[in-house]
């Protein structure tokens, strides 16, 4: 299985990205898949989960960023609006066969595969 993570850049504050999270060897669309971000010198945070029936999101995020998948490209997005300083970091995509959907603990489930990182940076 491999996750590549792509779409990063430098924005200004205000502006959008749009992150993608393609697969091969594992059908994303069976499984939960969480954006995770580290910040220099910060612990990793998860970004936001989209499982098969539900979608979670960290709070600093929420009405900001939206998940979502395309089947026939097995990718999944993050469309992250309204850009802030502190979100830049690197970052990660993950999922795991076993996890298919989003419990309470997302951020902290261990995914056994990861994408390799794309750096957003957000200029103010």
């Known amino acids: 299985v491999q996750l590549q993570a792509s779409g990063g850049g430098l924005v200004q504050a205000g502006e959008s990205l749009r992150l993608s999270c393609a697969s091969s060897?594992?059908?994303?669309?069976?499984?939960?898949v969480v954006w995770f971000r580290q910040a220099p010198g910060k612990e990793r945070e998860g970004v936001s989960c989209?499982?098969?029936?539900?979608?979670r999101y960290e709070d600093s995020v929420q009405g900001r960023f939206t998940a979502s998948r395309n089947s026939a490209k097995n990718t999944v997005y993050l469309q992250m609006n309204g850009l802030k300083p502190e979100d830049t970091a690197v970052y990660y995509c993950?999922?795991?066969?076993?996890?298919?959907?989003?419990?309470?603990?997302?951020?902290?489930?261990?995914?056994?595969?990861w994408g390799q990182g794309t750096l957003v940076t957000v200029s103010s």
């Open positions: 060897g594992l059908t994303l669309d069976r499984v939960a």
């Open positions: 989209v499982g098969t029936y539900i979608t």
């Open positions: 993950a999922a795991d066969p076993v996890f298919t959907n989003c419990g309470t603990d997302w951020a902290i489930t261990p995914y056994v595969n």
